[in-house]
């Protein structure tokens, strides 16, 4: 079976002056994937690794300036066309053109740099790259944010499996999972155990920016905040119909909604049109991308993530460093990151009337929050910068040494 990484003993801090990786992210928006990235991207710089990072060429200002911040490189490729299957043929050679282009530019930035690693972020990127990466003499790490695909289509669902099988499996040299529930679901499509490692995200630490950006919550409310995409798979339309009922039967209760909700997001646009026609603006606050989110969280007594499908929920993380107990639903690897009336709440179901239950279970009782609270952060442990950076030193020094020889 697949190893978790997380468990061992560390025995000193990594050493990796030696290593060069060239890092595959040509994210646009920064949302959770981006962030646990540049978190792991950041640990490796401060033990010594040099990192360069192919970024987006029209849209990766944002990334880029964040990859500076960790003392990082970037290069940039056109990543802007979406990979997909057309009906029409001139579209199709259109995509076949980018990802020409695409796979080409970075076939050059390898060369150039000479990496001893390569690091994919996403499923997506790697077939971008997949003619280069079929040539490589490196290693290549898969880091995947979430689970495959297991519901598509049956023609889709069988073009998938077979490139996790004859593609993923075959090309790479390691996958990491976020989470034991993601790695086993890649060991069903037939990916070898061996090649598989599980690797939590790692904890944050509190930055205070020069300027925040929180705004102010009434202190004599109960404040619950939700961090992440405002989209329906993150189970923000139970949360938004929780909300409205709460509200309605208290008055000392307030909901915050921390997400970008700008980028190509009807969703999130058709639900801040509900609170302006509810007249409930000082109640349920959208608040668009917040940079000083420990800023926000440290107002707020209670964190709330109803997410359908998630992998591994970095927003958990950050309430823990805070002392936020969780509120979840039981979905992929969310189970691995909180302990049900320990230092957060599992529901039982995957609905707003579970999600109501929840809330009200630390609502009703304050004693079971501060408690919560001070177990939230003690499981920190588990996510430890130390522990995680052993665990992924162990991987690319495995890798190196398994090359070399």
């Known amino acids: 079976m697949h190893t978790s990484l997380t468990q061992r003993s560390i025995a000193a801090a990594p050493v ?3 290593t060069r990786i060239l890092v595959l992210m040509p994210s646009i928006p920064i949302h959770g994937m981006e962030r646990a990235n540049l978190r792991i991207m950041q640990l490796l710089r401060e033990h010594g690794a040099h990192m360069l990072c192919v970024t987006e060429a029209t849209y990766g200002e944002a990334l880029q300036r964040e990859i500076e911040r960790i003392g990082g490189e970037w290069a940039a490729a056109p990543f802007a066309q979406r990979l997909h299957l057309t009906k029409s043929p001139r579209n199709m050679l259109s995509v076949l ?4 282009n ?21 499923l997506n990127y790697f077939l971008y790259a997949l003619p280069m990466l079929r040539q490589v003499y490196c290693p290549v790490i898969l880091r995947l944010p979430n689970p495959p695909d297991t519901d598509l289509a049956r023609l889709k669902q069988g073009l998938t499996n077979l490139i996790w099988r004859y593609a993923v499996g075959r090309i790479c040299d390691t996958i990491v999972c976020n989470s034991k529930h993601s790695a086993t679901r890649v060991e069903a499509l037939g990916i ?4 598989l490692r599980t690797i939590y995200n790692v904890a944050p630490d509190p930055q205070k ?3 925040s950006d929180a705004p102010p919550v009434d202190p004599d409310h109960w404040n619950i905040v939700y961090l992440g995409r405002i989209h329906a798979a993150k189970g923000v339309r139970e949360l938004f119909d929780v909300a409205l009922r709460m509200v309605r039967e208290r008055s000392d209760i307030d909901f915050y ?11 999130a646009t058709g639900l801040i049109r509900e609170v302006i026609e509810r007249g409930l603006q000082t109640r349920l606050h959208f608040l668009g991308h917040i940079q000083d989110i420990f800023g926000l969280l440290r107002q707020c007594n209670l964190h709330v993530l109803p997410s359908l499908t998630e992998s591994f929920p970095n927003a958990v993380l950050e309430a823990k460093r805070m002392g936020l107990p969780s509120v979840i639903f039981p979905s992929g690897g969310m189970t691995e990151a909180v302990t049900h009336r320990t230092d957060g709440y599992v529901c039982h179901q995957k609905t707003a009337a579970a999600l109501y239950e929840g809330i009200r279970y630390f609502i009703d009782d304050p ?5 919560a609270g001070k177990a939230a952060q ?12 052993q665990a992924w030193a162990d991987v690319l020094q495995s890798q190196y040494q398994s090359q070399s020889n």
């Open 97 to 100: 053109q980018a990802w020409k």
């Open 378 to 389: 003690s499981s920190l442990t588990r996510f430890s910068r130390t522990t995680i950076a």
């Open 367 to 371: 004693a079971r929050l501060g408690s």
């Open 209 to 211: 920016p020069q300027a």
């Open 257 to 267: 909604f921390a997400g970008e909700h700008h980028w190509k997001n009807p969703f």
């Open 16 to 18: 990796l002056s030696e």
């Open 192 to 195: 070898a155990p061996s090649k």
């Open 102 to 122: 695409a796979s080409q530019r970075v076939r050059e930035i390898y060369q150039r740099y000479q990496p001893t690693h390569i690091y994919v972020t996403n």
